[in-house]
C-alpha cells in the first residue's frame, strides 16, 4: 500500500486547510486510516482516524474544529482543518493500519494510536499557520 498526501501549505491562525490523502495498491488491505503530525523537535503526535464505515476519533485539540472524512471508491481520505493555530504547525502524515480479521469496533482502541499500529504511512505533507 502506498500512500501520497497532499495539500499542507501556509495559513494564517484562524484560516483552512484541507489535506487528502490517496491509497493505491493493495487498498483492499486497510482499514483505519490516520493523520498524524510532528512539530519540530517534537515526537509524533495523533490527530485523527477513521475506518471504512466512518468511525471517526480525534485527538482532544482538534476536535470542533478538524474533520476527518473518507471516500471509499476513490481510496483517500481528507482531514478540513478549520480555525487553524500556529501550535497546529508541522509534518502531517497519512498512516493506515491493515484489516484485522475480526476487529473488536466497539472498544477504545479500536481507533487513535499507537502509531505502531499503522504499518502504511506516505510522505508528509507541510502545514505552518502563522499568528
Known amino acids: 500500500v502506498q500512500l501520497q498526501a497532499s495539500g499542507g501549505g501556509l495559513a494564517q491562525a484562524g484560516e483552512s486547510l484541507k489535506l487528502s490523502c490517496v491509497a493505491s495498491g493493495s487498498v483492499f488491505n486497510i482499514n483505519v486510516m490516520a493523520w498524524y503530525r510532528q512539530a519540530p523537535g517534537e515526537q509524533l503526535e495523533f490527530v485523527a482516524s477513521?475506518?471504512?464505515?466512518?468511525?471517526?476519533k480525534y485527538e482532544d485539540s482538534v476536535k470542533g474544529r478538524f474533520t476527518i472524512s473518507r471516500d471509499n471508491a476513490e481510496s483517500t481520505i481528507y482531514l478540513q482543518m478549520n480555525g487553524l493555530k500556529p501550535e497546529d504547525t508541522g509534518t502531517y502524515y497519512c498512516k493506515a493500519e491493515p484489516k484485522k480479521p475480526r476487529p473488536d469496533t466497539t472498544g477504545s482502541g479500536y481507533l487513535g494510536p499507537p502509531s505502531s499500529r499503522y504499518n502504511y504511512w506516505g510522505q508528509g505533507t507541510q502545514v505552518t499557520v502563522s499568528s
Open positions: 477513521i475506518d471504512t464505515e466512518g468511525r471517526r
